[in-house]
């Protein structure tokens, strides 16, 4: 199978050339040329790793299969708390997909225990000898999950550059207690879009790719416009619908919706693959917070992130300008790669673009989206535990509250699978604000965290225990304009 760019500024690429470049270098996102469609029910009976080596192995025709065959064993060697890594447990009319046994306790697991495998594999089948270094910008839980997917991974390096006072005392923690012999942290100051931009515009630095070419070094990303980051996200919305009919919450060949509480679009761009591959997907309802530019777009048909930004307690949702809608937004105009360059070019311009009433209309017949306020959100969370005894984390909240409302405006019953994003201890200070409304909470995460242990009776994940108490790594400094100097300093000195 070969990839394009979603702005026609490249020729196609092989997947291992597609995952080794990360994202197009002249700017865009890598797609499939042509989304493959399949009968689920024949993935009936399969474990989780057979799911994945299947779905995964239609889109990496040219990877060795033996790569793909090692990749899925971490699904199942013990690198998740859980034998089943993405259990579907019922709560209410919702399906809650528990994306977070994996070692960071978030969803990006699912995913980054996967890319070195593929990213390695890339490498090596294309004849270069060559060390990999990868950029990641993250708003929470991709850095963690990334720097532990790559920790002393043969061949590669990789940094990590995260937004000054935009992620969590805990994931923050995590990240800088990762450890490792090619590990590198770095906070900006700024937000995560302003983060995420310089990150982006480093790829296309000339300079700097001729610079550790000179030392047998080439770029590539963990983010989210990797499509091998992208790719492993497709199975679990399979796996969810497979376990809905197993545990007859649904009929076989009825139609599911989806919730996906979101920010760089990735995620539910996942769910939207596997619909467009066959999946029996209804609505797929987009969720957001406070920072709420992607549910304006489907109301209006304008993307615009001149708009105030906000830090809320769901921070890994902390986002105005979303990689991965230019992979949607491709895909609904009918592919069509000279508007999608417009559009985008736009955005970087004028910091915001407006589609056609086509492209808009087709867009609200694929996806619904709302947005929760931080009040209504912390409520969530109190009502679910009062009622169910589940605890949300501060996303997955905002996607509950997103549904509820959905479904009090539609009247829509179809069952619902809900994307777990992260295990409520990665925020244990807002979950318990949220559980305990009312009454006076103490903000010291490592407290939060055997308080909600205390009260929820909960199992605290392995990978969050003594946090406090691990030796840390010291975290670069700068600013967005500073990322390129950082690096060249780092990894290219006296150049």
């Known amino acids: 199978m070969l990839y394009q760019s979603t702005r026609g500024n490249i020729e196609a690429q092989t997947s291992a050339q597609a995952i080794a470049l990360g994202m197009v270098p002249q700017g865009g996102l890598f797609v499939p040329q042509k989304i493959p469609v399949v009968t689920w029910q024949e993935f009936s009976g399969l474990s989780y790793a057979e799911l ?64 070195p495998y593929l990213l390695a594999s890339s490498i090596k089948s294309m004849g270069i000898d060559v060390e990999v270094l990868i950029l990641t910008a993250t708003s929470g839980d991709t850095g963690k999950a990334a720097l532990e997917g790559f920790k002393d991974a043969p061949g590669t390096k990789i940094v990590v550059f995260y937004p000054v006072r935009g992620v969590s005392a805990v994931q923050e923690r995590q990240m800088l207690t990762t450890g490792g012999s090619n590990t590198y942290v770095a906070a900006v100051s700024g937000n995560f879009d302003e983060c995420q931009t310089a990150v982006k515009k480093i790829f296309s630095s000339q300079e700097l790719k001729r610079k550790l070419a000179e030392r047998q070094m080439v770029f590539s990303s963990a983010n989210s416009i990797n499509w091998g980051r992208l790719l492993p996200q497709i199975v679990y919305y399979f796996w969810a619908y497979l376990q809905a009919v197993d545990q007859k919450r649904v009929k076989a060949g009825s139609k599911i919706n989806v919730v996906v509480p979101t920010g760089n679009f990735g995620n539910i761009l996942s769910a939207y693959y596997a619909q467009q591959m066959g999946l029996p997907i209804k609505k797929l309802i987009c969720a957001s917070n406070k920072n709420n530019v992607l549910s304006d777009f489907f109301l209006e048909g304008t993307y615009n992130s001149n708009r105030p930004f906000y830090l809320t307690s769901s ?59 931080e009040e209504s959100a912390a409520n969530i969370v109190h009502q679910i535990y009062k009622e169910y005894g589940y605890v949300l984390d501060p996303h997955t909240a905002v996607g509950m509250k997103v549904y509820q409302d959905y479904r009090q405006k539609s009247g829509d019953d179809t069952y619902t699978v809900l994307a777990s ?75």
Request: net charge negative.
């Open 421 to 495: 994003t992260a295990s409520p201890y990665k925020f244990a200070a807002s979950v318990l604000q949220g559980l305990q409304q009312g009454s006076s909470v103490n903000n010291d995460p490592w407290e939060a965290l055997q308080k909600l242990k205390c009260l929820t009776g909960w199992r605290i994940p392995e990978g969050l225990k003594n946090l406090q108490d691990k030796a840390v790594q010291s975290a670069h400094k700068c600013d967005p304009n500073g990322i390129k100097d950082y690096l060249l300093e780092r990894f290219c000195p006296n150049s």
């Open 52 to 115: 994945a080596l299947k779905i995964m192995g239609v889109f990496l025709d040219d990877l060795p299969g033996t790569t793909l065959q090692e990749a899925v064993k971490v699904y199942s060697d013990g690198h998740f708390d859980n034998q089943n890594p993405a259990p579907l447990v019922n709560v209410g009319n919702c399906g809650m997909l528990e994306l977070w046994h994996g070692p960071t306790a978030a969803f990006k697991d699912m995913a980054l225990q996967v890319l």
């Open 315 to 373: 921070p890994s949702m902390d986002i105005l300008i979303s990689s991965n809608f230019e992979r949607f937004l491709f895909e609904i105009s009918g592919r069509d790669a000279a508007r999608t360059a417009e559009w985008f070019k736009t955005l970087a311009a004028e910091g915001k673009f407006q589609v056609d009433q086509r492209t808009l209309e087709l867009s609200q017949q694929n996806m619904h989206a709302g947005w929760a306020s």
